[in-house]
């Protein structure tokens, strides 16, 4: 899985599952820009990838801002001069206050398309020019098993995530001519804070025993995993690094599950 020398951009970089993508980009050789809404987490992550070796930068985004996006991009491009694999991590799982709402809000479909859809549509937008110019770009949209299929209590999000594999279709096709390959990625279960917003949904969560929340999560890995194990940060950058890599120069427009087998389509 080699991407010496590439420039990646991962945005939502700061914490979680997109802290994990940006450490295995620089432990395969990238160098990498590290884009979050919380700037201090970005800069947290971007020293442990200058002390593992690699080239980086932390830089604050809002993937709902088409300015900031735009000032994101420009700030990598005078960094690195270009940016070769883009990685769009960032997502969200509802707006404020989404744990005690019985059912999504009108602000939490809003708020979940506008950073889970159309954050990837925008930031894609404006790092894809750079790369048709040069023919060259692997971009990774992180979906979810989410995607796969529906949710009773948080429709929202699943439909954000089935966009995102379409969306990533649509993508794949329109940079084909270019040579640039667009893949998602559906991963699993993963103990990041996304999680603990999910188990703190108190009455949608029934908790009789008084379980800590990291119980109820392996609780969750248990009855619907079957390699009975949790994903990790790192499960995910690994594929990224693959789809970075030319080993996968021929796979475009696909949506690859990270899931321990609990989706097989
Ligand atoms: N944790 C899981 O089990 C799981 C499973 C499937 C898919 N995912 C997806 O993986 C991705 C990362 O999830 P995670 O679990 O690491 O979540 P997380 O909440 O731990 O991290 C998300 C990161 O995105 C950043 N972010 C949020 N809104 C942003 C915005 N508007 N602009 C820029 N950055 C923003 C946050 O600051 C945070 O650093 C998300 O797209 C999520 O939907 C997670």
Not at 71 to 91: C, I, S, Y
Not at 94 to 114: K, L
Not at 211 to 230: A, C, D
Request: with cysteine; net charge negative.
């Amino acid at each position: 899985m080699n991407v010496s020398g590439k420039v990646a951009l991962v945005t939502g970089g700061g914490r979680g599952i997109g802290r994990g993508i940006s450490l295995v980009l620089a432990g395969n050789g990238a160098d990498v820009a590290v884009a979050d809404l919380d700037l201090t987490n970005a800069e947290a992550v971007a020293q442990e990838v200058t002390a593992a070796g690699r080239q980086s930068m932390a830089v604050s985004v809002d993937v709902r801002d088409q300015a900031s996006v735009e000032t994101m991009v420009q700030q990598v491009l005078e960094r690195f001069g270009r940016v070769d694999v883009l990685v769009n991590n960032a997502g969200v799982i509802g707006a404020a206050g989404w744990e005690d709402r019985e059912r999504p809000s009108e602000e939490d479909w809003d708020f979940i398309f506008d950073v889970n859809v159309k954050g990837i549509a925008r930031v894609t937008d404006a790092v894809a020019p750079h790369m048709k110019e040069r023919r060259y770009g692997k971009i990774v949209n992180i979906a979810s098993i989410a995607g796969r299929t529906g949710s009773e209590r948080n429709t929202p999000y699943n439909v954000s995530k089935a966009g995102v594999i379409s969306l990533t279709q649509g993508q794949a096709l329109e940079m084909a001519p270019y040579s640039i390959n667009v893949n998602a990625i559906c991963p699993g279960l993963l103990w990041t804070p996304m999680w603990g917003r999910i188990l703190s949904r108190g009455a949608m969560t029934p908790n009789p025993e008084g379980k800590t929340q990291r119980e109820l999560f392996e609780e969750r890995v248990q009855s619907s995993i079957p390699l009975g194990r949790e994903q990790t940060p790192e499960d995910i950058g690994n594929l990224v690094a693959f789809l970075a890599s030319d080993y996968s120069k021929n796979i475009t427009g696909q949506a690859i599950n990270v899931s321990g087998g609990s989706h097989m389509n």
